[in-house]
T-cell receptor, first 113, second 118 residues
Framework: SQKIEQNSEALNIQEGKTATLTCNYTNYSPAYLQWYRQDPGRGPVFLLLIRENEKEKRKERLKVTFDTTLKQSLFHITASQPADSATYLCALALNTGGFKTIFGAGTRLFVKA | EAGVAQSPRYKIIEKRQSVAFWCNPISGHATLYWYQQILGQGPKLLIQFQNNGVVDDSQLPKDRFSAERLKGVDSTLKIQPAKLEDSAVYLC????????????????FGSGTRLTVV
């Protein structure tokens, strides 16, 4: 069956450390993968997009890797801050003629001061 | 630029009643999506429009849910009759197919409508 798996348990880290979130998928061949941030009571906010032929993408303190052989993406936040506390969603874009985006359930990140 | 506007923000109805949600996407975004997000889960696509045409409604429960985007701009999603399991946040998102993938932009979401069916 097709699945997107993100850590269901919350990730707790100390301020200043690097947070690493994992997204694994099975039986999908995504054209690209996106990461979103979602705060309570708000809609998801787009962070980064990485294509199937890209290995790594960076934006400020954020870094995403994409390994289509392992069927895995890693999302890193360096020098984490309490303001980074949120739920982070992984989303696969499937090429179905157009693009159809499937979301994972997300991982909650708590950054302690 | 203005974001994706949704209303109402919250709605409480009894089961078997009907409800409608409204969405106004970002100006110029041809693609509009309705997602359902149940507590603790990721957003699930209900329907995708390209201008005023339906691209994908494979996961829309068509016996009770309907959606339209008559002029290719704003959209309404309706549930009739509602069931307890429809309690969720209904998110609207938009994107521009001309720039989205190529220019590394994702979807822009509204804040959603939180529906509680009692």
């Amino acid at each position: 069956s097709q699945k997107i798996e993100q850590n269901s348990e919350a990730l707790n880290i100390q301020e200043g450390k690097t947070a690493t979130l994992t997204c694994n998928y099975t039986n999908y061949s995504p054209a690209y993968l996106q990461w979103y941030r979602q705060d309570p009571g708000r809609g998801p906010v787009f962070l980064l997009l990485i294509r199937e032929n890209e290995k790594e993408k960076r934006k400020e303190r954020l870094k995403v890797t994409f390994d289509t052989t392992l069927k895995q993406s890693l999302f890193h936040i360096t020098a984490s801050q309490p303001a980074d506390s949120a739920t982070y969603l992984c989303a696969l874009a499937l090429n179905t003629g157009g693009f159809k985006t499937i979301f994972g359930a997300g991982t909650r990140l708590f950054v302690k001061a | 630029e203005a974001g994706v506007a949704q209303s109402p923000r919250y709605k409480i109805i009894e089961k078997r009643q009907s409800v409608a949600f409204w969405c106004n996407p970002i100006s110029g975004h041809a693609t509009l999506y309705w997602y359902q997000q149940i507590l603790g889960q990721g957003p699930k696509l209900l329907i995708q429009f390209q201008n005023n045409g339906v691209v994908d409604d494979s996961q829309l429960p068509k016996d009770r849910f309907s959606a339209e985007r008559l002029k290719g701009v704003d959209s309404t999603l309706k549930i009739q009759p509602a069931k307890l399991e429809d309690s969720a946040v209904y998110l609207c998102a938009s994107s521009s197919p001309r720039t989205g993938y190529r220019d590394n932009y994702g979807y822009t979401f509204g804040s959603g409508t939180r529906l509680t069916v009692v």
